[in-house]
């Protein structure tokens, strides 16, 4: 079931390029050049394999077994074994998409095409693959976790982050993808069919766990939210010590709603000075909270004076519920003051879920379908005319790719069989 928490696959493929098929199928025929050429692209990317957890690798790697791959056209598929933990590695060349039978070059028009938003089934039209062909897919790489790739791109776990629910439907019914971002990658993207408190711990649980394991000692220093109940409280359940903000832009797009019976010219001057009220608090250097408490009680008291008792007293309570929220988004710089890159990804993927509408069905693997986007929001490259044109998101956060093309990088990254080398795992 979609719901049902994902774990990552416990596989040990790897994907290595071989340059070209020609090489691959010379290297075929002679064991100690293929296991020279694994190591080479081993030791290009600053990978090690994952070995067994007793192993410290460095065993020798011996040429285990090979099989034939009927699917794949009776293409020859070797495996390595450690000759310490016996390990067994499994070769995908880079022309082979794992358990797929598409090609890549197919698979790369299918994946561009679906990452700009076009449907599944007018991809298929365009590319000759069946829609389902091009959702498992998406769903094969869906199953590694994206702590699992982003830390392999050497990317440090984000201490401070956005968090939020994007709301969606499954057919009639209310479903919420809890989601985690720094800058301009997504670390968590979640499922869940209700909003409480309870599913949305449970949800963004996932990624602490898949934190802890990377990082025994990982800790979340701030934590911007909209300041929806039930995120803030899976927010202090997980992360006990971290910062709490709300987001300004929020609140400065939740006041107007606040405002009952009052013309729009009024609203909408209202409004402005609120935004100054917080954009002057953002400029400060030292702000203190008594200060922002001092001019957020004044500008109650304006509202009172200009939209009346009742709008007064509203704003008042409204301020009162959330104003230790905006201070702990103004109090520490390094905290994000506003979740717009947050937005951004949910936009980005929610144009996806409604162009894949038709396979959006109880049954389906919602999660795993969700995390292979997340991979694309991640690893594809931005367009020409875009901010930081021809850079991934992971590139702008400062994350090292292994490859320029972006889809080898999707099939490297995703291969359960690779982790980073112990010596690159500080930063
Ligand atoms: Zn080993």
């Not at 290009?44 to 065993?59: D, W």
């Not at 985690?180 to 766990?209: C, D, M, N, P």
């Amino acid at each position: 079931m979609g719901t049902a928490a994902q774990r990552t696959r416990a596989n040990r493929t790897i994907t290595v390029d071989f340059r070209s098929e020609a090489t691959y199928f010379q290297l075929l025929g002679d064991r100690k050049a293929f296991l020279e050429c694994v190591l080479a692209f081993l030791l290009s990317l600053g990978f090690q394999l994952t070995h067994k957890a007793t192993c410290r690798g460095g065993g020798c790697l011996t040429r285990h077994s090979h099989y034939v791959r009927v699917r794949l056209g009776g293409l020859t598929i070797w495996r390595i074994q450690c000759t310490r933990c016996k390990a067994v590695f499994t070769v995908l060349p880079h022309f082979v998409l794992r358990y797929r039978q598409i090609r890549p070059e197919v698979a790369r028009d299918a994946l561009m095409a679906t990452h700009g938003g076009l449907s599944l089934e007018l991809c298929a039209v365009i590319g000759h693959i069946s829609p389902m062909a091009i959702y498992r897919l998406v769903c094969a790489f869906g199953h590694q976790s994206l702590v699992a790739v982003l830390t392999r791109c050497g990317l440090p776990l984000p201490t401070y982050v956005l968090a939020d629910e994007k709301h969606s439907r499954c057919l009639a019914e209310n479903v919420y993808l809890p989601t985690i971002v720094s800058g301009r990658v997504i670390w968590h993207l979640g499922y869940t069919k209700e909003a409480s408190a309870a599913a949305l711990t449970q949800s963004y649980q996932e990624f602490q766990r898949a934190a802890f394991q990377h990082e025994p000692s990982y800790r979340v220093r701030g934590v911007l939210t909209d300041g929806f109940d039930s995120t803030t409280k899976s927010m202090r359940t997980l992360f006990p010590g971290a910062r709490l903000g709300f987001c300004l832009r929020h609140a400065l797009n939740k006041l107007p709603k606040k405002l009952a019976a009052i013309a729009s010219p009024l609203r909408q001057s209202l409004r402005v000075k609120f935004h100054t009220l917080l954009y002057r608090a953002r400029q400060r250097k030292s702000l203190r909270a008594f200060a922002l408490g001092q001019r957020l009680r004044h500008f109650a008291d304006h509202v009172t004076q200009n939209a009346g008792l009742a709008n007064g007293e509203c704003i008042r309570r409204w301020v009162q519920d959330k104003k230790a929220g905006w201070y702990a988004a103004l109090e520490d710089p390094q905290m994000p003051a506003m979740s717009t890159l947050l937005d951004q990804a949910h936009n980005a993927i929610g144009r996806k879920l409604f162009a894949m509408k038709g396979f959006h069905h109880p049954g389906g693997s919602q999660q795993a379908f969700l995390m292979g986007l997340a991979h694309l929001y991640n690893l594809v490259p931005y367009q020409r005319r875009a901010k930081h044109a021809g850079q991934c998101g992971v590139e702008v956060e400062g994350g090292r790719l292994p490859t320029r093309d972006w889809l080898l990088n999707l099939q490297i990254l995703t291969s359960g069989g690779y982790q980073r080398a112990a010596e690159t795992l500080h930063h």
